[in-house]
């Protein structure tokens, strides 16, 4: 898992909920943390060295902005990687699933102006995305030599072909 500085508690808390689910599941976990360009280059050359067979990328805004050089190196070194954000894939990540900006972004204005308009932000009730998009990369899938399962396709938000 590639660590980055976060912004919210539960990004934060991320690596420990992971580590302990690979530890459930009887599989090695290595975390790495970047916050800056070189870092990032450091945690590649520490995922080599571990011999990690995929990376998972943590939501972070350093990261998001990194996302073409993280997908860059994941595809020079045959490394499958999965993020959150459709824009991850896109710069060609092999699979993204997560919450789409735009119904967050909608959220975040109705509550904005709920409080300009006097509203406690203690008595807003607290809202959980419901809305979630898997989007898959088979240009990267066909260059890392994996075949995406037709299921799983099939449940895909967007196909990158």
Avoid: C, W
Avoid at 37 to 44: V, Y
Avoid at 58 to 82: G, K, T, Y
Avoid at 86 to 109: I, N
């Amino acid at each position: 898992m590639l660590f980055g500085p976060s912004i919210t508690n539960n990004a934060r808390t991320m690596p420990a909920v992971v580590q302990e689910a690979a530890r459930v599941k009887g599989v090695q976990f290595l975390i790495l943390q970047a916050s800056t360009e070189s870092e990032i280059d450091a945690a590649f050359a520490a995922l080599v060295q571990g011999q990690a067979g995929a990376l998972l990328v943590s939501p972070s805004p350093f990261l998001f902005s990194r996302r073409e050089q993280i997908a860059a190196l994941a595809s020079h070194l045959s490394v499958p990687a999965i993020s959150s954000g459709r824009e991850f894939a896109t710069a060609g990540g092999l699979v993204s699933y997560g919450t789409p900006v735009a119904p967050v972004a909608r959220q975040v204005g109705i509550y904005a102006g709920k409080v300009l308009k006097g509203a406690k932000p203690a008595d807003l009730p607290v809202v959980q995305p419901t809305m979630f998009e898997l989007v898959i990369n088979l240009r990267t899938a066909k260059a890392l030599g994996l075949i995406i399962p037709p299921s799983i396709l099939s449940r895909a938000d967007e196909v990158i072909e």
